[in-house]
């Protein structure tokens, strides 16, 4: 069984200490839902004033002509990383600084409309991003901002995606109002997520536990469910409690070895037209390749999978302290009865990360054999 690390212990590449706040490990009342805080020059913005905030944004700038328009969803994750890639921007091209240069045009996405399915039930690719890919294509914005988590291992043609900007801590969150961890959880209890990832690794190590599956929406809205009552812990990515600045609701931090997480968890993917040199340069500037090979080999490893939001598959690459690349891969029985595992290392360059990533995944599907993922 895994141990639960301390929120002190980073297994990212690039650690950051965790700050879990006021929460005591038992015993507190209720979680801290106050709203993420954004900055936007001078000025700070809080939550649904950030939402309000963009929205004046746009209105103003449709009397501008934008030199860059940033395509996001509307979540309050979606617009901080949006507002991440154009701090960034800002920070390293003087013209982009002007006032009205950049606009964020929010769109909402298939997976945003249907909030009352599993994301599995739903079917097909893309749910969060097909709707911003048509809009990069037919013109309506410049860049697209991407969880790469949510990016399938296929691009829509007429599109590269050129840019990962540097990855927040991979590893996953527990959140409990009455638990330091799972082992202390009573059998029965229900914990809310909406991942088959999470679910079948939970459920191999604590087969006492149920998951309520459809539990889904943003970040705010999981941890109002879970102030409810309506479960009685929840998992969450670590990166996103950062980026929104919400750390304090976490009650531990799960190792790598405990819970592997999703391919290209904690990263920011930038796309573009690839017929627009322009754009394509000004996200060269903000690339963090090491970021970006990491990413393309956990991706190249869910491709070989096949991997679908049916299929409960982690994948993780890093770089160890000789500079070499450490890949670990996982697919999973939805039930969580069967977990197989595999890990490669090899030297951190891209065509050397692909063949691990593929690689990999060649084991894991001939270890599962036909209908390993039907039960």
Do not use: W
Not at 107 to 115: A, R, S
Not at 141 to 160: C, F, G, N, Q, R
Request: glycine share 8%; proline share 5%.
């Amino acid at each position: 069984m895994g141990v639960l690390s301390s929120p002190s212990v980073s297994h990212s590449p690039m650690p950051r200490p965790c700050n879990v706040g006021s929460l005591s490990f038992l015993g507190f009342s209720s979680l801290s839902l106050k709203p993420p805080t954004f900055s936007n020059g001078a000025k700070k913005f809080h939550g649904v004033g950030l939402i309000r905030a963009v929205a004046a944004e746009q209105q103003v700038e449709k009397t501008k002509v934008a030199l860059l328009r940033i395509g996001t969803r509307g979540s309050p994750l979606a617009l901080a990383q949006a507002h991440e890639t154009r701090d960034k921007l800002m920070a390293s091209h003087p013209e982009l600084a002007e006032d009205g240069a950049i606009q964020i045009v929010v769109i909402k996405t298939t997976g945003d409309k249907i909030l009352s399915q599993p994301l599995a039930d739903i079917g097909g690719k893309g749910l969060f991003t097909k709707e911003i890919d048509d809009a990069l294509i037919n013109g309506d914005i410049d860049i697209a901002v991407h969880s790469m988590k949510d990016v399938p291992t296929y691009l829509p043609e007429k599109t590269i995606l050129p840019c990962n900007l540097p990855r927040e801590d991979v590893r996953d969150a527990f959140i409990s109002l009455s638990a330091g961890s799972f082992a202390e959880l009573p059998a029965g209890s229900i914990i809310g997520t909406a991942s088959l990832r999470r679910k079948s690794q939970l459920l191999n190590r604590y087969p006492s536990l149920k998951v309520l599956e459809n539990f889904r929406g943003n970040v705010q809205t999981r941890l109002r469910k879970l102030n409810e009552g309506v479960v009685q812990a929840t998992l969450l990515a670590l990166a996103g409690l950062r980026r929104l600045n919400m750390t304090e609701n976490v009650t531990s931090i799960l190792s790598i070895d405990e819970m592997l997480p999703a391919v290209a968890q904690g990263a920011i993917g930038i796309a573009c037209r690839s017929d627009d040199d322009i754009m394509a340069n000004y996200l060269a500037s903000l690339n963090h390749e090491e970021t970006r090979l990491a990413v393309v080999c956990e991706r190249a490893f869910l491709e070989t999978l096949d991997g679908s939001c049916r299929t409960p598959i982690a994948g993780y690459a890093s770089r160890d302290e000789d500079g070499n690349c450490i890949f670990k891969g996982l697919v999973a029985s939805p039930d969580g009865t069967r977990v197989l595992e595999t890990s490669r290392r090899g030297p951190y360059a891209i065509e050397d990360m692909i063949a691990m990533g593929k690689d990999a995944g060649q084991e894991l599907l001939s270890r599962a054999g036909p209908g390993f993922f039907d039960s």
